[in-house]
């Protein structure tokens, strides 16, 4: 059951460039998409979420993009750093019921010096 | 600022044993989860659970796995019948039941649990 897919097992890039990570899904009743950073033995954090009625959200270095049509949705962190490195994970849910969410596989980035 | 906090870290156990992990959400939440990552695998979901009754559960959540909320403040997810396949890391969750962040997840740090 691959609902969410994060093509990219690992991403690597320079500190102070973009990162982008990636994450397709197929199920088009998913209406909230969330990222979460997660580091060894700890658990997910939340780090940014939209809704499927916007196609872009930004907190401070984090911006995520939806493209509904596409059924896209990236994650854009600028300046990365290195605190950054981690590996973040894409969910979704759908409205009603229980709200579970539906994670992809991850994506471990690593922010170099 | 709040957390979801979840006991023991680390469970080790004997296959067939009964193990009882435990959770302790945010103070204002309604919805309680469950999920688990085995090792080298994403995150799944096992349960969800609001107003003392399962709202919807995974075919993971089988007849061995069970949930309770024994009192206000704890949720608990018991394992009857550990089998090594249960070897996983255990993560609670929980979320408000409305407002603006109503649809996100706060996660606990998990309890790694090894059946022998």
């Known amino acids: 059951d691959q609902q969410v897919k994060q093509n990219s097992p690992s991403l690597s890039v320079q500190e102070g460039r973009i990162s982008i990570l990636n994450c397709d899904y197929t199920?088009?009743?998913?209406?909230?998409f969330l990222w979460y950073k997660k580091y060894p033995a700890e658990g997910p954090t939340f780090l940014i979420s939209?809704?499927?009625?916007?196609d872009k959200n930004e907190d401070g270095r984090f911006t995520v993009f939806l493209n509904k049509s596409a059924k896209h949705l990236s994650l854009h962190i600028v300046p990365s750093q290195p605190g950054d490195s981690a590996v973040y994970f894409c969910?979704?849910?759908?409205?009603?019921?229980?709200?579970?969410?539906?994670f992809g596989t991850g994506t471990q980035l690593k922010v170099e010096l | 600022e709040p957390e979801v906090t979840q006991t023991p870290s680390h469970q080790v156990t004997q296959m067939g044993q009964e193990v009882i992990l435990r959770c302790v959400p945010i103070s204002n939440h309604l919805y309680f989860y469950w999920y688990r990552q085995i090792l080298g695998q994403k995150v799944e979901f096992l349960v969800s659970f609001y107003n003392n009754e399962i709202s919807e559960k995974s075919e993971i959540f089988d007849d061995q796995f069970s949930v309770e909320r024994p009192d206000g403040s704890n949720f608990t997810l018991k394992i009857r019948s550990t089998k090594l396949e249960d070897s996983a890391m255990y993560f609670c969750?929980?979320?408000?039941?409305?407002?603006?962040?109503?649809?996100?997840?706060?996660f606990g740090a998990g309890t790694r649990l090894s059946v022998l």
């Open positions: 969750a929980s979320r408000r039941l409305a407002g603006g962040a109503k649809n996100i997840q706060y």
């Open positions: 199920n088009s009743m998913f209406d909230y």
């Open positions: 969910a979704a849910s759908e409205e009603g019921g229980g709200n579970k969410l539906t």
């Open positions: 939209i809704s499927s009625i916007k």
